[in-house]
T-cell receptor
Framework: EPEVTQTPSHQVTQMGQEVILRCVPI?????FYWYRQILGQKVEFLVS????????KSEIFDDQFSVERPDGSNFTLKIRSTKLEDSAMYFC???????????FGPGTRLLVL | AQKVTQAQTEISVVEKEDVTLDCVYE???????LFWYKQPPSGELVFLIR??????QNEISGRYSWNFQKSTSSFNFTITASQVVDSAVYFC????????????FGQGTRLTINP
């Protein structure tokens, strides 16, 4: 069964460093999403991406964040200058043309020291 | 604005008991979608069910069942004869019908099944 994959599974970085989180969505899917879950809290929407552009972003998704689909398979989230409060689990999700269901990857646990 | 409330923060039961997880939602949309996701200790989010607002028929899948009541804006999830492997955090979510159709999640209910 096709699934969303994410790398790395864990990332530790120093405050102020740039990180890139990678996702490979399900191959025939068209809509891509990033969500964030701070430890012990609910899952929050960050950004959605369709047709090579951002379709919606939340207040959390400020100028420090960017997304890119550099090729036909990868979907990346970049945080330019990490802050302590960026420590969280980051989930990538994708859905097909119907957008009926979003399927999530296993997540990347980011720890900013 | 859309909102999902899962009032039960934590539930603990003994194996084989039935357990119901509550979910109440708020939306101004007449068409919307509701979801349940499971987050086991390993951390991933596993899709369990999607329900359309125009389909109020309850659904059963093995030991899992879902009760959707539009009149009370609730979408409750029952596990029958619970097992230790059901231990996880369960999230209810609402998807807006327009725009990016992002998911709005509840706070989650941590379910612990004790042997």
């Amino acid at each position: 069964e096709p699934e969303v994959t994410q790398t790395p599974s864990h990332q530790v970085t120093q405050m102020g460093q740039e990180v890139i989180l990678r996702c490979v969505p399900i191959s025939n899917h068209l809509y891509f999403y990033w969500y964030r879950q701070i430890l012990g809290q609910k899952v929050e929407f960050l950004v959605s991406f369709y047709n090579n552009e951002i379709s919606e972003k939340s207040e959390i998704f400020d100028d420090q964040f960017s997304v890119e689909r550099p090729d036909g398979s990868n979907f990346t989230l970049k945080i330019r200058s990490t802050k302590l409060e960026d420590s969280a689990m980051y989930f990538c999700a994708s859905s097909d043309g119907s957008r009926e269901t979003q399927y999530f990857g296993p997540g990347t646990r980011l720890l900013v020291l | 604005a859309q909102k999902v409330t899962q009032a039960q923060t934590e539930i603990s039961v003994v194996e084989k008991e039935d357990v119901t997880l509550d979910c109440v939602y708020e939306t101004r949309d007449t068409t919307y979608y509701l979801f349940w996701y499971k987050q086991p200790p390993s951390g991933e989010l596993v899709f369990l069910i999607r329900r359309n607002s125009f389909d109020e028929q309850n659904e059963i899948s093995g030991r899992y069942s879902w009760n959707f009541q539009k009149s009370t804006s609730s979408f409750n999830f029952t596990i029958t004869a619970s097992q230790v492997v059901d231990s996880a955090v369960y999230f209810c979510a609402l998807r807006e019908p327009q725009g990016a159709q992002k998911l709005v999640f509840g706070q989650g209910t941590r379910l612990t099944i004790n042997p």
